[in-house]
């Protein structure tokens, strides 16, 4: 059973617009969540993380935000550019657990 | 600043054979973890190491030995290749820990045959 869920498998958004990227989680004693992109042929590469003390965190143009309650987190990237073209990944960790666990990622087009 | 280096890039095996592949990095990271990506399953930690001397299992550790003589170096050891264990690999590292993020690599695509 996946414990980090990413329901959609792509999302298509044009030049300009707001990206909304989605994370479900169903293990409450995950405490830190980060988000990669993947560009093909490539590793991922970290974007940005949020601890579960914090409902929000910014590095310019991208934002996360925790709703613990509902177990869900959200990767906002305003505005979206071609560039951003990639896959998503979430990945959820907890404590001094060395192990993260990752979601299955969301494939972003961003159209000009 | 070259990060985290894998080589080789793409290999073909058959079954049977044994083989390593390789990871550096030159960012001084105590850690460093190897993990395997297939279609459906995610990215999946096979094992890794909180510092020169130190390795720990993953998720799928089978099949697979590392070991962590130096800060820099954290070799993967296919003992015997397995059709299962066609995939893409990936080499990471980090300060301290997957919380500050990690730095991969661009992944070893492997085919057993």
């Known amino acids: 059973d996946q414990q980090v869920k990413q329901n959609s498998p792509s999302l298509s958004v044009q030049e300009g617009r707001i990206s909304i990227l989605n994370c479900d989680y169903t293990?409450?004693?995950?405490?830190?969540f980060l988000w990669y992109k993947k560009y093909p042929a490539e590793g991922p590469t970290f974007l940005i993380s949020?601890?579960?003390i914090k409902d929000k965190n910014e590095d310019g143009r991208f934002t996360v935000f925790l709703n613990k309650s509902a177990k869900h987190l959200s990767l906002h990237i305003v505005p979206s550019q071609p560039g951003d073209s990639a896959v998503y990944f979430c990945?959820?960790?907890?404590?001094?657990?060395?192990?993260?666990?990752w979601g299955l990622g969301t494939s972003l087009a961003v159209n000009p | 600043n070259a990060g985290v280096t894998q080589t080789p890039k793409f290999q073909v095996l058959k079954t049977g054979q044994s083989m390593t592949l390789q990871c550096a990095q030159d960012?001084?990271?105590?850690?460093m973890s190897w993990y395997r990506q297939d279609p459906g399953m995610g990215l999946r930690l096979i094992h890794y190491?909180?510092?020169?001397?130190?390795?720990d299992q993953g998720e799928v550790p089978n099949g697979y030995n590392v070991s962590r003589s130096t800060t820099e170096d954290f070799p993967l050891r296919l003992l015997s290749a397995a059709p299962s264990q066609t995939s893409v690999y990936f080499c990471?590292?980090?300060?301290?820990?997957?919380?500050?993020?990690?730095?991969f690599g661009s992944g070893t695509r492997l085919t057993v045959v």
């Open positions: 990471a590292s980090s300060p301290s820990g997957p919380v500050y993020g990690y730095t």
């Open positions: 960012m001084n990271h105590e850690y």
């Open positions: 190491s909180v510092g020169a001397g130190i390795t």
């Open positions: 293990n409450s004693m995950f405490d830190y």
């Open positions: 949020i601890s579960s």
């Open positions: 990945a959820a960790g907890a404590g001094n657990n060395r192990k993260l666990i």
